[in-house]
Each structure stands twice: as C-alpha cells, then as structure tokens.
C-alpha cells in the first residue's frame, strides 16, 4: 500500500491493517485474537508515525500473513537506521520503537537501495494456559 507522507495517512494505515485482518479472517477462516487486532494496530501506528516523521516523501506498507504471523513491513525514504533508546521514564515521547520490539516476535531494520524497511512479526492468536485465545469471522 502505498501512502502520501501526510496527516491521513497513519489513521488510514490503521485502517488497512485491520480491514486486511478482518478479510483475513472472513475470506479465508484466518484466525486473529483481539489482542493481536490491537497490536497490529499499534505496530502500524508506530511504524508509520516513524516514517512520516523522520523520512520526506512517499511511504509504503506491505502486510503479510506467514502461517501464523503477521509481518508488517514499512519502507520510508531516509536510509538511516533507528536505534532503540536507553529505557528512560521521565522521557516524553519518543517510545515508538520501544513499544514495536517489545510486543513483537521478531523486528528486523534494514537499508534498501533506496532508504529503509522497518519490519515486525506479530502472533496473530495468543496463548492463554495452553488454549488458544482467538476471536472467528
């Protein structure tokens, strides 16, 4: 999906994200917890809050569904790397990448030829006492 770089775009991103997990579960019987809804919902927030913040120009969101992960992939313009910062509590702000690698399994930056991709691996159910926990179309 590709993206202006302008207000609309994190609340549309949003949007996406869940309209593609809810067409997930729908076309296809894909089975996606409301915890995991929510936290791709934030990872998606965060990511391209990001971008839009530190890279001028276009923004793309790839998402894809891995067996039982979602990968959500954010590609911005600006080649250099985030860095997470030093757990600090009387920060404001600037948590986002924090926030991303703590409830993601995996996390992976990356230049490209031309600036970055940003991706996070999401469990689409949890596991609650040995259950799974999902919500069904």
């Known amino acids: 999906m590709a993206l202006e770089g302008d207000g609309t775009d994190i609340a549309l991103a949003r949007r996406l994200a869940v309209d593609f997990l809810t067409r997930g579960q729908a076309e296809h019987g894909l089975i996606v917890s409301a915890r995991s809804m929510d936290l791709t919902r934030l990872v998606v927030s965060e990511l391209v809050t990001n971008a839009r913040k530190y890279a001028p120009g276009p923004i793309l969101m790839d998402l894809r569904i891995d067996e039982d992960v979602i990968e959500v992939a954010v590609w911005d313009t600006d080649p250099v790397l985030p860095v997470a910062r030093a757990a600090d509590a009387g920060r404001v702000g600037q948590h986002g990448l924090e926030i991303v ?17 940003i991706t996070a691996r999401l469990l689409l159910t949890d596991e609650v006492h040995g259950t799974l926990s999902a919500t069904h179309p």
């Open 101 to 117: 690698m703590a409830v993601a399994q995996g996390f992976e930056a990356r230049r490209e030829p031309v600036g970055k991709r």
